[in-house]
């Protein structure tokens, strides 16, 4: 039972970092970004790089991971994706191409084999005589201050408050004197940095190979439609209820059917209620 | 829209011709084999265009119709033996159902629910394909499907034929008063509504079409590899068949198709180049994207027909 409130607590986690990423710069730029795999995979392939071959310390290789994929991330949105916002399926082709093509070069550069990554932190802790891997503990706290700071930064500083402007009206905002090209890069960059981030920490527990990136991306599709697309509060209850169901799933019958919950709450959320748990608009 | 010239007509009479005959004339089973793809390809490719296209839903799961399609034809030859002309109209069927099961949902709304929905539900079945590997074979997936015709020509020519009658048939569809409102759909899905069009049923019945063309190309496709595995089901068979729409020109149905077969002749003189076939690929996508917003074959027929009237 304890080992279901854990390990469920960890993969929403995870879930929620890439999710949220992927709500916000759809929330606030409008750019549905299929790549946002692609940033979780490079993520794990830098903390790899750095930590697997360079034998650096974790706390100068994830900073270093997360920038290196956020910097990626900016220069993907203004080369790529800014010259072809004026068409919502250009955008979605652009940005299937570039996780393509990332998928690809990792293919080419490393191989497909599996790729471990060295624990973080070598120790189990005990909670309550479950034993917990230190990695699985990190990644959840992690990811908790990670969207902690994330709520404050948007809530409580002016460039926050920017962003807000930005996701109600972008027209609007961009008449009251905010630079709302800048506030699409900077929200590129938060967004590829979770994704990256959640790349960083999963890699010494889950398989490191250049396909990694699609399931966690539907999942966070999945999260983000159950939840309201554009609404951060919703993903993380969204995420919260689907790594819940997960582990259960995976405790009560078996860890295939795993793959089902997220397509069952994807369908059931668009038959019931289109516009997602919190959604403020309806997709109608 | 204007009715098919006979501009047109004489252009596409051409096309299958030499089609038709480059096999006779150099006869090699290996050219024969490329270009049996090349037709499967270009109905995956007409296929998608027709739904997509039409009414601007981009679909990025066509993978699960063919997927669904060539699993069909797998399962009927390798757990019931049936005769493998069956596998044909059951494998319509499936993908038919298939597109209900997504479409019925996400086609109701408005925004990007279908084709998010449409690439989860392919990346989810290409996983269960991997999960229940007791009943579909797994990594290997299902082999030793029977040729629906033996000669590799004769088969050629069969596929040439579906190609043919499946783009005349999506053209038809597609110039008709119903291809007009699937077009409308596109411009302005409100305003439509409004005039008392049932969106809803014309966007499900477009899908219902491509998919039954898809799970058909599907079937085929099995029947000539002898053999159906997840891959199928992957994202690279979707974003493939998008991008042979993107070359051909998206909208024109005959576009895509002669998209598809120049790309996958393109591909197999690219065989060379191995891993890096799939970024020549993304690149070429990317270039086109940006500076063929149009596609390069229909365009350039149009001008072509432009200046021969």
């Given at each position: 039972?304890?080992?279901?409130?854990?390990?469920?607590?960890?993969?929403?986690?995870?879930?929620?970092?890439?999710?949220?990423?992927?709500?916000?710069?759809?929330?606030?730029?409008?750019?549905?970004?299929?790549?946002?795999?692609?940033?979780?995979?490079?993520?794990?392939?830098?903390?790899?790089?750095?930590?697997?071959?360079?034998?650096?310390?974790?706390?100068?290789?994830?900073?270093?991971?997360?920038?290196?994929?956020?910097?990626?991330?900016?220069?993907?949105?203004?080369?790529?994706?800014?010259?072809?916002?004026?068409?919502?399926?250009?955008?979605?082709?652009?940005?299937?191409?570039?996780?393509?093509?990332?998928?690809?070069?990792?293919?080419?550069?490393?191989?497909?084999?599996?790729?471990?990554?060295?624990?973080?932190?070598?120790?189990?802790?005990?909670?309550?005589?479950?034993?917990?891997?230190?990695?699985?503990?990190?990644?959840?706290?992690?990811?908790?201050?990670?969207?902690?700071?994330?709520?404050?930064?948007?809530?409580?500083?002016?460039?926050?408050?920017?962003?807000?402007?930005?996701?109600?009206?972008?027209?609007?905002?961009?008449?009251?004197?905010?630079?709302?090209?800048?506030?699409?890069?900077?929200?590129?960059?938060?967004?590829?940095?979770?994704?990256?981030?959640?790349?960083?920490?999963?890699?010494?527990?889950?398989?490191?190979?250049?396909?990694?990136?699609?399931?966690?991306?539907?999942?966070?599709?999945?999260?983000?439609?159950?939840?309201?697309?554009?609404?951060?509060?919703?993903?993380?209850?969204?995420?919260?209820?689907?790594?819940?169901?997960?582990?259960?799933?995976?405790?009560?019958?078996?860890?295939?059917?795993?793959?089902?919950?997220?397509?069952?709450?994807?369908?059931?959320?668009?038959?019931?209620?289109?516009?997602?748990?919190?959604?403020?608009?309806?997709?109608? | 829209?204007?009715?098919?010239?006979?501009?047109?007509?004489?252009?596409?009479?051409?096309?299958?011709?030499?089609?038709?005959?480059?096999?006779?004339?150099?006869?090699?089973?290996?050219?024969?084999?490329?270009?049996?793809?090349?037709?499967?390809?270009?109905?995956?490719?007409?296929?998608?265009?027709?739904?997509?296209?039409?009414?601007?839903?981009?679909?990025?799961?066509?993978?699960?119709?063919?997927?669904?399609?060539?699993?069909?034809?797998?399962?009927?030859?390798?757990?019931?033996?049936?005769?493998?002309?069956?596998?044909?109209?059951?494998?319509?069927?499936?993908?038919?159902?298939?597109?209900?099961?997504?479409?019925?949902?996400?086609?109701?709304?408005?925004?990007?629910?279908?084709?998010?929905?449409?690439?989860?539900?392919?990346?989810?079945?290409?996983?269960?394909?991997?999960?229940?590997?007791?009943?579909?074979?797994?990594?290997?997936?299902?082999?030793?499907?029977?040729?629906?015709?033996?000669?590799?020509?004769?088969?050629?020519?069969?596929?040439?034929?579906?190609?043919?009658?499946?783009?005349?048939?999506?053209?038809?569809?597609?110039?008709?008063?119903?291809?007009?409102?699937?077009?409308?759909?596109?411009?302005?899905?409100?305003?439509?509504?409004?005039?008392?069009?049932?969106?809803?049923?014309?966007?499900?019945?477009?899908?219902?079409?491509?998919?039954?063309?898809?799970?058909?190309?599907?079937?085929?496709?099995?029947?000539?590899?002898?053999?159906?595995?997840?891959?199928?089901?992957?994202?690279?068979?979707?974003?493939?068949?998008?991008?042979?729409?993107?070359?051909?020109?998206?909208?024109?149905?005959?576009?895509?198709?002669?998209?598809?077969?120049?790309?996958?002749?393109?591909?197999?003189?690219?065989?060379?180049?191995?891993e890096y076939r799939l970024w020549i690929y993304t690149l070429t996508l990317m270039l086109i994207l940006f500076f063929l917003p149009n596609g390069l074959i229909a365009p350039l027929w149009r001008r072509l027909a432009e200046?021969?009237?």
């Amino acid at each position: 039972m304890l080992q279901i409130l854990i390990y469920g607590a960890v993969s929403s986690a995870i879930y929620a970092m890439l999710a949220v990423g992927f709500t916000l710069i759809f929330g606030v730029a409008r750019i549905l970004n299929l790549a946002h795999g692609a940033f979780y995979a490079l993520g794990a392939y830098s903390a790899y790089v750095f930590t697997g071959l360079l034998h650096f310390p974790l706390f100068i290789a994830a900073p270093l991971a997360v920038l290196l994929v956020a910097g990626f991330g900016v220069l993907m949105e203004r080369f790529l994706v800014r010259p072809l916002r004026y068409s919502q399926l250009a955008v979605l082709m652009i940005t299937l191409s570039v996780s393509l093509a990332v998928e690809q070069g990792l293919f080419i550069t490393f191989g497909s084999e599996y790729r471990n990554v060295p624990s973080f932190v070598a120790d189990k802790i005990s909670i309550g005589g479950v034993d917990i891997g230190g990695q699985r503990l990190l990644a959840l706290f992690a990811g908790v201050l990670v969207l902690s700071c994330l709520w404050l930064f948007i809530q409580r500083t002016r460039l926050g408050a920017a962003i807000l402007a930005v996701s109600q009206d972008p027209e609007a905002a961009q008449y009251m004197g905010i630079p709302t090209n800048r506030i699409f890069s900077i929200v590129m960059a938060i967004s590829a940095g979770t994704a990256a981030l959640a790349g960083v920490l999963v890699s010494p527990f889950l398989t490191v190979q250049p396909g990694m990136g699609l399931l966690p991306m539907v999942k966070a599709f999945a999260i983000v439609i159950v939840g309201g697309l554009g609404s951060i509060p919703g993903s993380i209850l969204a995420a919260l209820l689907l790594g819940y169901s997960e582990t259960i799933v995976a405790y009560l019958i078996s860890s295939s059917w795993t793959e089902l919950v997220s397509l069952v709450a994807v369908v059931t959320t668009l038959m019931i209620k289109p516009s997602g748990l919190l959604g403020r608009r309806a997709a109608f | 829209m204007t009715r098919v010239s006979l501009i047109d007509l004489a252009g596409a009479i051409v096309v299958v011709a030499v089609l038709a005959l480059t096999p006779m004339l150099l006869n090699s089973n290996y050219l024969t084999g490329v270009l049996t793809v090349c037709a499967i390809y270009a109905i995956w490719a007409a296929s998608w265009d027709f739904m997509s296209g039409l009414t601007g839903r981009e679909n990025f799961g066509h993978s699960l119709f063919i997927g669904a399609g060539a699993y069909t034809a797998g399962f009927l030859a390798t757990v019931w033996f049936a005769n493998p002309w069956y596998s044909l109209p059951a494998a319509v069927v499936i993908a038919v159902a298939f597109s209900l099961i997504v479409g019925f949902p996400t086609l109701r709304l408005r925004g990007p629910y279908f084709a998010l929905a449409m690439l989860t539900a392919s990346a989810i079945m290409q996983r269960l394909c991997l999960i229940f590997w007791e009943y579909s074979g797994g990594e290997e997936g299902l082999y030793g499907l029977e040729p629906l015709i033996l000669s590799p020509l004769h088969y050629y020519w069969f596929v040439l034929a579906v190609l043919v009658a499946a783009v005349a048939i999506l053209t038809a569809l597609a110039n008709s008063h119903w291809g007009l409102l699937l077009r409308a759909i596109r411009g302005d899905e409100a305003t439509c509504q409004a005039a008392g069009i049932n969106v809803t049923f014309y966007k499900m019945a477009s899908l219902m079409i491509s998919a039954a063309f898809a799970g058909l190309g599907g079937a085929l496709y099995a029947h000539y590899q002898l053999q159906v595995s997840p891959p199928l089901f992957s994202v690279v068979v979707s974003i493939t068949v998008i991008i042979m729409v993107y070359v051909g020109g998206i909208g024109s149905i005959y576009g895509p198709a002669m998209g598809a077969i120049l790309l996958t002749l393109l591909t197999e003189m690219l065989r060379g180049f191995g891993e890096y076939r799939l970024w020549i690929y993304t690149l070429t996508l990317m270039l086109i994207l940006f500076f063929l917003p149009n596609g390069l074959i229909a365009p350039l027929w149009r001008r072509l027909a432009e200046r021969l009237r």
